[in-house]
């Protein structure tokens, strides 16, 4: 039996409104041994992370869409090997970063204002270019990755410690060495 003034029968309730329940850069507090700050200060930095792999996400398919040149076949199909990759890592942050009782950052509008990856071109640019892009994106995710890392571990969330080691930091240390190799000149033919 429907209440009054609700749809009939089947009827979905369309075009809903609320208040927000959680603002972004809190944490609710959930029961896993960890203080309020702890989890605070984790949720923001995975954040920022999640952020920056949020674009390095569609970097690698803008890229693997733009490639070209004689490699085209190699690199379409590595670029999009690390996307997906890379695309495992956001829902493991994004998913860390809930378990902590935060919000991750989802809307790409507000993954834009959080990152700090250079916004590339519209088009496309030579192969070189923009292979140096995704390796310039790497070391900064690198970088920050560490340092988020160490000062995680040290306030105690050893989950999130792990997740940047295990997960973001070997997955890019890897990557960026795949990529790196195809911007040696080396002789194809002959020596
Ligand atoms: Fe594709």
Same mark, same amino acid.
């Given at each position: 039996?429907?209440? *009054? %003034?609700?749809?009939? %029968?089947?009827?979905?309730?369309? =075009?809903?409104? %609320?208040?927000?329940?959680?603002?972004?850069?809190?944490?609710?507090?959930?029961?896993?041994?960890?203080? @309020?700050?702890?989890?605070?200060?984790?949720?923001?930095?995975?954040?920022?992370?999640?952020?920056?792999?949020?674009?390095?996400?569609? &970097?690698?398919?803008?890229?693997?869409? &733009?490639?070209? $040149?004689?490699?085209?076949?190699?690199?379409?199909?590595?670029?999009?090997?690390?996307?997906?990759?890379?695309?495992?890592?956001?829902?493991?942050?994004?998913?860390?970063?809930?378990? &902590?009782? %935060?919000?991750?950052? $989802?809307?790409?509008? =507000?993954?834009?204002?959080?990152?700090?990856? *250079?916004?590339?071109?519209?088009?496309?640019?030579?192969? *070189?270019?923009?292979? @140096?892009?995704?390796?310039?994106? =790497?070391? &900064?995710?690198?970088?920050?990755?560490?340092?988020?890392?160490?000062r995680i571990g040290e306030m105690g969330d050893d989950g999130s410690n792990d997740l940047l080691v295990s997960n973001v930091i070997r997955t890019g240390e890897l990557q960026a060495w795949f990529l790196a190799e195809h911007l040696v000149e080396v002789p194809l033919v002959r020596t």
């Amino acid at each position: 039996m429907s209440s *009054p %003034g609700s749809p009939d %029968g089947s009827q979905p309730w369309l =075009h809903q409104r %609320g208040r927000e329940i959680q603002g972004f850069g809190t944490v609710r507090q959930f029961p896993i041994g960890l203080s @309020s700050d702890t989890r605070m200060y984790s949720c923001e930095r995975l954040n920022r992370v999640l952020a920056d792999t949020q674009i390095l996400y569609p &970097l690698y398919k803008k890229y693997h869409w &733009l490639m070209r $040149g004689p490699t085209f076949y190699q690199l379409h199909l590595l670029l999009d090997k690390h996307a997906g990759e890379q695309l495992a890592l956001v829902d493991m942050l994004a998913e860390r970063v809930q378990t &902590l009782g %935060g919000v991750a950052v $989802g809307d790409p509008r =507000h993954v834009a204002e959080i990152t700090r990856v *250079p916004r590339p071109p519209n088009g496309a640019e030579e192969v *070189p270019a923009m292979l @140096s892009r995704l390796l310039e994106a =790497h070391e &900064l995710i690198l970088i920050d990755a560490h340092d988020a890392a160490k000062r995680i571990g040290e306030m105690g969330d050893d989950g999130s410690n792990d997740l940047l080691v295990s997960n973001v930091i070997r997955t890019g240390e890897l990557q960026a060495w795949f990529l790196a190799e195809h911007l040696v000149e080396v002789p194809l033919v002959r020596t």
